[in-house]
């Protein structure tokens, strides 16, 4: 069956809109900065994207569009300046930025408390010892999907296929903290298959087209497509959903899945971070 992720998002966006209203009475307006250091088109639609939620869910948003004559320095004295701003709730660099910046020292640069992004090795850290983080969009998207599916994930046999720092690592974690016994496969790993057929969740993000096909799945499995690959038949995902939904109890699909989530989770931070600030005035 294929997941409906859109619906999923739209309960979610409702209940995060009230959660607005109520801050707003309470005289907190949770507010998002965006910083975009490049030139790429995919970046602007991404950061349209944040734009266009925030207006729709009435969270105050600003953006800092940077040109090629840049410097590290230029970006670290906004962020300083937004992290000293208690009217700023969460800070994002849209990745990726200009070749000549140094994105570790840029990323590293934003206060943990409002790394809306969870990129941060502080909140990567926490999330690693199992303490409450800000954890990075996409992870957070899959499990809410996950746990929309009133399935249980403690116990289960998890693969994640992929480790990268945005996506892989942050969800193996997840779902370890969540008791799941977690495989993490990456390119160098060896017979693909024989793990991934083992799997009761499979999360694949890859960027490799329709890497894993109906026979790496276990029947009955629930599989998460994070895959986002531009080719000459349009958007397609990591997994071959045709074949796999016949095989898996649930799948994602692409476009219309995890990447809905993601944008959702941003806001979902911001919201949370802004509570958070209520609940400093309050002590
Ligand atoms: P990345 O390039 O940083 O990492 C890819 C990972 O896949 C690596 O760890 C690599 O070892 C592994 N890999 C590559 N080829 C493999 C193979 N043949 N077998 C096993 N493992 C292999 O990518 P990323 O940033 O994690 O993104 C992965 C995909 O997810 C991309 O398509 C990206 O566009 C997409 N993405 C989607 C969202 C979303 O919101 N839906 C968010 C982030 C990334």
Redesign the pocket.
Known sequence: MIIDVRSIVLKEKESLKNKVKELNRKGVNPKLAVILANNEESSRIYVSKKRKLCEELGVLEEEYELDETTTTQDVMQIIQKLNADENIHGILVQLPIFKHLDEEKILNSIEPEKDVDGFHPVNLGKLLIGQKAIVS??PK?IMKIIDSLGETIEGKRAVV????????KPISCLLLNRGATVTV?????KD?KEHTKEADILV?????PH?ITADMVKKGAIVI?????RTKDGIV??VDTKAVEKIAKYVTP?PG???????LSLLENVVEIASHSLDIEDE
């Open positions: 969009c996409t998207g296929v992929g480790r990268s720092r945005i996506v892989g496969c990456h390119s160098k790993t693909l694949v993000a890859t960027g490799k890497l497509d994070v895959g986002i690959n995902g990591d692409v899945g995890v990447g809905l989530t993601t944008v």
